[in-house]
């Protein structure tokens, strides 16, 4: 499949239909693919990837902002980081199946790049800011809400567990936690990550996860289960 084919592919997945092409066309487009293709004289999805980082923010932003009236703003900050961190913007990618239309470098394809949570993470980004580029803001609102409405009314509750279990360790003046790597699993692009929390010495917890953040998350949440018996 060439690009104009991808192009078109990913078009009706999304509901969305380019003006200009080469929007889109840079979103999917790794730096890997572009330093191995100079001739192409293609631009990275780097630059995107920044502004669609501040733009879905900025959606974010307003969206819990009109939800939550009565939250206030250390809240609707830690609402927002759990919906725009690393995991929910991998998932959401994989969902769209954004993997199969980037274009990577032959290493990178290889070492199994298009299910790296961080590079389809980054590529989802992009695709925001190229949405956001040739349709103006509302049409990017108009996308990010598909595949956030659910997200906010259910991810939202979520705690942040490393947060939480700081704030109950600090104000019980137990003393202060340490994460640590213990072991990693698996090939480079589907690595299973263990993780252990310590407190004054002694390891509280273990957790796992598909990468360092998540595995801490889980340990945390172990150590909150098990030290203040909270589900």
Do not use: C, W
């Not at 980081?81 to 290889?110: C, H, N």
């Not at 993470?121 to 990010?144: C, H, P, R, T």
């Not at 299973?192 to 002694?202: C, P």
């Amino acid at each position: 499949m060439d690009i104009s084919e991808k192009i078109d592919e990913l078009e009706s997945k999304l509901a969305y239909s380019f003006n200009n092409k080469d929007f889109l066309k840079e979103a999917l487009t790794h730096k890997s693919f572009s330093n191995e293709n100079r001739s192409l004289n293609l631009k990275d999805n780097e630059r995107l990837e920044f502004l669609g980082d501040a733009v879905l923010d900025l959606v974010i932003s307003e969206l819990l902002f009109k939800m939550h009236t009565g939250v206030n703003e250390g809240e609707l900050s830690k609402k927002r980081s759990l919906l725009v961190r690393e995991e929910p913007l991998f998932q959401i990618a994989m969902e769209i199946g954004l993997g199969e239309y980037l274009l990577l470098g032959k290493g990178e394809e290889q070492t199994g790049g298009r299910l790296k949570s961080s590079l389809l993470a980054n590529a989802f980004e992009a695709l925001i800011a190229s949405i956001y580029l040739d349709g103006g803001l509302e049409k990017v609102k108009d996308f990010i809400k598909v595949y956030f409405v659910s997200r906010l009314t259910s991810q939202t509750t979520i705690i942040d567990f490393k947060s939480e279990i700081q704030e109950r360790i600090q104000k019980d003046k137990k003393g202060n936690l340490k994460y640590s790597v213990i072991a990693d699993d698996g090939p480079d692009h589907d690595k299973t990550f263990q993780v252990a929390l310590d407190l004054k010495g002694e390891v509280i917890a273990q957790g796992e996860g598909k990468n360092i953040k998540e595995a801490e998350q889980m340990a945390a949440k172990m150590a909150l289960q098990k030290l203040y018996a909270l589900e």
